[in-house]
């Protein structure tokens, strides 16, 4: 075995593997950039290498710096995590070449598997079933659009490299493709260097069923069994399991078969994933091979008792895997979300800012996270905005869905949107409980999915103010001790009155709306709150982390109120509520002219500018495309109107807020 390791990789990723490693009794050596400074995978590790700055291409990716690291710090393996240089054969040469042990497969075969096209007709000529498509070389226009019109619309279009769901394009029609090919073209060419594409038939309602592969270097190639991770956005995966539901034994055996004959093709050793789609008809197909660990490589562990991390290092050591496809089977049912700073309201845009608040729930025999980050850091533009994967194991698939709602409640983020409530909604549907699972859940159940505004109930606006209120009490209290004179009257916040019970009026804005609540201070501490639907009688405490106990007429409630400037967020089990309580003289300074402003929701580069000063376009009309966190976002006309000024050129940088397009509506 090794004693030190290098992990080529940051964040949830890069701290998973040294808890591995830290296990065996390796040391740990880890890399970051200026942005990362204080991230969580440079703290975990023995050794920690500045390697550039915030942008990927000039710190992870950089090759040659990473290997002056591993030789400054004595390492004699780099484990690359996934993403960035995982998936690189010259990377993995110039591992071999310093005498260093890359962690992953031969160079030969991430070449023969790291472009789609290629891939596929090794594998078609070794007999492993494919999707009707085109991976040829030729790559015109021309080609691919009669190609696409010989294989029959619904085509896939998708990048040759990389995976992701990045330079990837569903197109209905033919009269749709040439745009969706530059498109795809685009995102391929921002994400991985090469806009090769491949164009495939389009099942309408596949699963996406991967098999998990292990292999020595002594020619034992093992699976460990599917993973469903049908339930996917943008082609971006959202929600795995292990086992597929409802998947029989011959379609898992024969699945399994085929993946085993993909990676022997090859000559694959080391952990590997193939990733086919399962039709209605229980045919499957090989889309593609990840030559990599995977994000969802958790809930195989979780089925299987194996540490997928422990093994890769053990085969990258030269051992041989002790156990064979006989000893190898399912335990029980794993499900994993990802929890990503995104925007499900704003068409899932990936949300930056400071996590001000970050609870997640006990680690145990139940559940599992993988995080890289913690309260008080940055998500930022530079890299993938994932905050955590949550993994819940039990007996059975019910009782693994059970514990994932729970999971989920007990979730709470602030500081950046997340898609928190978004996956709750998927845990929650009764399609999802019935396993009726195929790569368009979303799009089929979106309404019910996707987040609805929600006016607060009396309970949310009572804990809302009872976290003001409290909060008041225990910073008076604190501010009488450190007076000098804690017993003083001025330091009270009970509301006293000589004669009468004080009141206090409090409005606040939910989803647009005002509310108001009227608070009375009662003699015995307790207060009187008169809400829209009636009046109950309310105490609390609330600690510094903003952790409120609460007593509603009688029943007792735990919540977490947490408070920045005028805005607040109830936490509760049934989600988060978010509300701002209304400053009248903040509101008159704060007015500021509204619309005609069509701003960049988040900073990046100019695309391509579609239109030109002084046109007159339509409702929904594309005006511009901004690329951020390596994916494309378009901004369209939100109503008739005319541009007035096009102030940037494509290639230019923007930060948030800034104005994009003069706009000035019918």
């Not at 694959?268 to 490589?297: I, K, P, S, W």
């Not at 999971?407 to 909604?425: Q, R």
């Not at 009726?436 to 009572?462: C, G, Q, S, V, W």
């Amino acid at each position: 075995m090794f004693s030190k390791l290098l992990i080529a990789n940051r964040g949830e990723i890069a701290c998973r593997i040294m808890r591995t490693a830290r296990r065996l009794g390796l040391r740990t050596v880890a890399v970051y950039s200026e942005a990362d400074a204080h991230a969580l995978h440079v703290q975990a590790a023995d050794e920690a290498y500045l390697i550039g700055p915030a942008p990927a291409a000039e710190s992870y990716l950089r090759a040659q710096a990473i290997l002056e690291v591993a030789r400054r710090a004595g390492a004699d393996a780099v484990h690359p995590g996934y993403g960035f240089l995982s998936e690189n054969a010259d990377f993995a040469d110039a591992c071999a070449a310093a005498g260093i042990a890359f962690v992953g497969p031969p160079p030969a075969a991430i070449r023969a598997m790291g472009g789609k096209s290629a891939a596929k007709a090794l594998l078609g000529a070794a007999g492993v079933p494919l999707v009707p498509g085109y991976h040829g070389d030729d790559q015109s226009d021309t080609r691919l659009a009669a190609e696409a019109a010989e294989i029959g619309f619904p085509v896939l279009i998708k990048a040759s490299a990389g995976g992701g769901g990045k330079g990837m394009r569903v197109v209905e029609t033919a009269g749709g493709f040439a745009d969706a090919l530059a498109g795809a073209r685009r995102e391929a060419m921002a994400a991985f260097g090469d806009d090769v594409v491949l164009v495939e038939k389009y099942l309408t309602r596949p699963r996406h069923v991967e098999i998990q592969v292990l292999a020595d270097a002594h020619g034992t190639v093992l699976h460990l069994f599917e993973r469903d991770c049908s339930i996917q956005r943008r082609h971006q995966k959202v929600l795995e399991e292990a086992p597929a539901p409802g998947l029989d034994h011959a379609t898992r055996r024969a699945m399994g078969e085929a993946a085993v004959a993909a990676a022997m093709a090859v000559g694959y050793v080391n952990a590997g994933t193939c990733e086919f789609l399962l039709d209605e008809d229980g045919r499957f197909y090989f889309m593609e091979m990840n030559t990599r660990l995977q994000v969802e490589h958790a809930v195989t562990e979780y089925i299987t008792g194996l540490d997928l991390v422990e093994w890769q290092l053990r085969i990258a050591a030269g051992e041989p895997l002790s156990f064979g496809q006989d000893r190898l089977a399912v335990d029980g049912h794993a499900i994993e979300v990802r929890i990503y700073a995104e925007d499900p309201a704003r068409n899932f845009l990936p949300s930056t800012g400071t996590l001000r608040h970050l609870s997640l729930p006990a680690e145990g025999l139940h559940l599992r996270l993988d995080t890289g980050v913690a309260r008080g850091d940055a998500i930022t533009i530079h890299y993938d905005p994932m905050i955590a994967k949550l993994i819940v194991w039990d007996r059975d698939r019910a009782a693994a869905v059970t514990r994932l709602r729970r999971a989920l409640e007990e979730t709470h983020i602030l500081g950046v949107a997340s898609n928190l409530d978004f996956l709750s909604a998927i845990a929650r549907h009764p399609a999802f409980a019935a396993a009726d699972l195929d790569t368009r859940f979303i799009d089929r159940n979106a309404d019910a999915l996707l987040p609805h505004a929600r006016p607060a109930t009396d309970e949310i606006l009572a804990l809302a103010t009872l976290g003001i209120l409290a909060d008041r009490r225990r910073r008076s209290a604190e501010a009488a001790e450190r007076s000098g004179d804690p017993y003083s009257p001025w330091h009270l916040a009970s509301g006293w009155r000589l004669n009468d019970e004080a009141q206090e009026h409090l409005t606040f804005r939910d989803a647009g709306e005002e509310v108001h609540v009227v608070v009375h201070y009662r003699r015995d501490g307790s207060f009187r709150l008169n809400l829209p639907g009636g009046a109950l009688t309310a105490t609390a405490e609330i600690g510094e982390d903003g952790r409120l106990d609460a007593e509603l007429d009688g029943v007792r409630r735990r919540a977490t109120v947490v408070r920045h400037g005028l805005d607040l967020a109830v936490l509760t089990h049934g989600g988060t509520h978010r509300l701002s309580l209304i400053d009248p003289i903040a509101e008159a300074e704060a007015v500021e002219a509204a619309g005609g402003r069509l701003t960049a929701p988040m900073p990046g580069k100019i695309v391509s500018v579609l239109v030109d000063a002084g046109q007159v376009v339509e409702k929904g009309t594309p005006m511009i495309v901004l690329e951020a966190m390596k994916m494309e976002h378009t901004v369209v006309a939100p109503t008739d109107g005319t541009v007035t000024a096009v102030p940037f050129a494509a290639g230019e940088q923007v930060e948030e807020g800034v104005e994009l397009i003069g706009f000035q509506p019918v």
